[in-house]
Nanobody, 120 residues
């Protein structure tokens, strides 16, 4: 079983920044990347970013490229999502995800989510 503990998030003004953290515990081994999804009110969950744990290769959805950066610290078993130049459209519940397959539409384990609200 994998447990994902998230922190960060909050309310920020448009153009501001936030950094989300996700600490993984339990059995965390997977050949698939780890990453982040988000879900805005009334919308379906969407993929945001992922990182391959072994070599650090990253993947991003087009809407966040150049603004968000995903990273990981293998010694701490922790993953981060640095979010810059935030827009109101980024408002959503952000979920840490473990074991994301190439389809980028599911995961083996999920965090409980953390609210990110961007005001204009």
């Amino acid at each position: 079983q994998v447990q994902l503990a998230e922190s960060g998030g909050g309310l920020v003004q448009a153009g501001g920044s936030l950094r989300l953290s996700c600490v993984a515990s339990g059995r965390t081994f997977s050949t698939y990347p780890m990453g982040w999804f988000r879900q805005a009110p009334g919308k379906e969950r969407e993929f945001v970013a992922a990182i391959r744990w072994s070599d650090g290769i990253t993947y991003y959805t087009d809407s966040v490229k150049g603004r968000f950066a995903i990273s990981r610290d293998r010694t701490k078993n922790t993953m981060y999502l640095q979010m810059n130049s935030l827009k109101p459209e980024d408002t959503a519940v952000y979920y840490c995800a473990h074991g994301i397959p190439p389809t980028l539409n599911m995961a083996d384990y999920w965090g409980q989510g953390t609210q990110v609200t961007v005001s204009s």
